[in-house]
């Protein structure tokens, strides 16, 4: 990348503030800043992709099938555990907030946006309802993660509305019911979904 002086008159901005945007973007494996050598251009691989801000702008150049597909793959190794331990450990507290969650997805049918993301905190709920610390400091990614897919996947139509809105139902009846088989196959069925509207989009689009 072109040096530190370089990128300030470029940008018209002070080293100050070009040293915040660089801590920034290494934070996120986009760039390496090397002591006496100068900054780089991280490998795509290298990237951090559960991250809300690195997904967003890569997904903001157009569709990207392959990245799409692996974050569905991530989401259906990681959610049925999420979902079965929380139906394990979910408290009252815990069920009030996923329920709430559901109730704002039954209250929009027609707004797709509010729908999708009362869908996310359903997810998020649900991830808290886990106990587990661990899993809980990895909320804001698979959020960003869950967002990313639901964006490329998200299909409108009262049709396909009632049968989300049936699977989350699904969900949290086994979560409430502390049946953790029952949740961890309606997940798994539900992201199984997912991942055939993906390859339905790859189709179209490839």
């Known amino acids: 990348m072109p040096s530190e002086a370089e990128l300030c008159e470029r940008f018209d901005t002070s080293r100050n503030v070009l040293r915040e945007v660089v801590k920034v973007l290494s934070t996120k494996r986009l760039i390496d800043a090397q002591r006496h050598r100068g900054l780089f251009v991280m490998p795509r691989e290298q990237w951090n992709y559960l991250d809300a801000d690195v997904l967003a702008w890569v997904l903001e150049k157009g569709s990207n ?21 929380a139906a394990e450990r979910a408290t009252a507290v815990d069920l009030v907030g996923i329920e709430a969650s559901y109730n704002e997805m039954v209250a929009n049918p027609t707004n797709p946006e509010a729908f999708h993301e009362a869908d996310i905190r359903f997810h998020r709920a649900i991830l808290f309802a ?60 539900m992201v199984l979904r997912t991942a055939g509207r993906t390859k339905m989009t790859e189709s179209v689009t490839g």
């Not at 793959?73 to 999420?82: G, Q």
Request: glycine share 2%; charged share 25%.
């Open 65 to 85: 099938p392959e990245l799409i597909a692996s974050l569905v793959e991530v989401r259906s190794l990681i959610e049925p555990t999420i979902s079965r331990w």
């Open 130 to 189: 886990t106990h587990n610390v661990v899993i809980q400091q990895l909320s804001d990614a698979v959020s960003a993660l869950q967002r990313a897919i639901f964006d490329y996947t998200f299909a409108t139509g009262i049709p396909h509305m009632e049968l989300t809105m049936r699977e989350h139902k699904d969900l949290f009846d086994a979560i409430r019911r502390k049946n953790p088989e029952a949740a961890e196959l309606a997940c798994h069925d």
